[in-house]
């Protein structure tokens, strides 16, 4: 659905808004999690060769690779840790790499350009944002860097002592979960952890580690003590919604560096993936640049994905969304849609059957009663604790 407002936010972003007469600058970024960003800017995603879309580090050296891209060595690795970004991404690049499209798919040409020319653009943007304007998705680092963290320490028993050693741990590893830090996985998602957990978790990763001293050598336990710690600092940074002075950026930029690097080293196995990449060698940036990353979370999108997901059924008829919510006791119960001005739509045609259903939905939402602040509290996220 993204392209129906394209124009419009690509219109908003050249000529402004106009605020009491005066005419304002609008500086948009884009904002969501790693498939979403990189759908609308045209991108192949976290699977491709050139996985970042802030720098053109590739995601690792294979045969392939090799063949494709001789001097590989000039894009570097997603698996160098901190000292990936050799080649950064630009806005004339990627300006330059959306005209390529503008004839359709670069499949259809007899001569389509190399790799090297398209960095994994693999279709025309829906608009050019530069790197420095895309957010770096400070809610699904946390959702994926720590249900990664308790597997890495299934896997480095399994790597030191063996799969029956590792399925004890994992035994072991649960109870605590569950009975020393109080969350368990979600019955959906896969079964990982949501963000309330994943914050849970992190402020007590010390009832993590201290269970892996007993089946890991001294020297892995002791690593995997320090990434926790490390990573325990670094959740703050990435969801606290307030402005970082200069000595805590510096200390941040330097421990998500450390964390990734030690990663890298002490689990010779582990691989670096595109969310590690960002923390370590990107968000920094963009903290130095606005001030904060928690300002800029995915919070508000995922709370409005989780209802309209929910509500899949009812938006599918052609309701408005605004007729299924209301606001509180504050606004008498009336739908916010209706406070401005906007009347129900009127069917016509085919759809002249779904009137009375729009009709009874917003009677519903009229009614007085003590639903009514729930219906709310559902509308707008807060049911979900992420």
Known sequence: MAELYAPDLEDLRTNGVSVAGVTRPVHLVLLGDYSFTTSFDGHAGASSRFPCVYCCCLARITASTLKLIPDFSIYGSLQDGSRAVRVPRTLLQKTVVADLFANGPLAALQDPPPTTDTLSYVRRPLMVFGPQDIVPMPLHITL?????????????????????????????????????????????????????????????????????????????????????????????????????????????????????????????????????????????????????????????????????????????????????????????????????????????????????????FWRSADRAGPSRGRTWNSAIGRVRGC
């Open 144 to 360: 994926g860097v720590s249900p990664w963290l308790l597997s890495l320490g299934v896997e480095a028993v399994a790597f030191d002592s063996g799969p029956d050693r590792a399925k004890e741990y994992a035994a072991a590893l649960t109870a605590a979960l569950r009975l020393n830090v109080g969350v368990s996985p979600a019955p959906y998602w896969g079964g990982t952890f949501e963000g309330k957990a994943c914050h849970k978790i992190g402020r007590r990763l010390a009832a993590v580690f201290d269970i892996l001293d007993g089946f890991v050598p001294l020297a892995r336990a002791s690593a995997y003590r320090q990434a926790c710690s490390l990573w325990t600092d670094l959740l703050p940074v990435l969801n606290r919604a307030t402005t970082f002075a200069a000595d805590e950026r510096s200390t941040s930029r330097r421990q998500a560096a450390e964390f990734v690097d030690l990663l890298r080293s002490s689990f010779e196995w582990a691989r670096i993936t595109p969310k590690l990449h960002v923390l370590a060698c990107h968000a920094a940036d963009w903290i130095d640049t606005y001030g904060s990353l928690g300002l800029f979370s995915e919070q508000g999108l995922e709370a409005w994905h989780g209802y309209f997901n929910q509500n899949a059924s009812v938006f599918c008829r052609g309701l408005l969304p605004g007729e299924l919510c209301t606001i509180g006791t504050a606004s008498g119960g009336v739908p916010w849609p209706r406070r401005f001005g906007i009347q129900p739509r009127q069917a016509s045609g085919p759809g002249l059957a779904r009137r009375p259903l729009r009709e009874a």
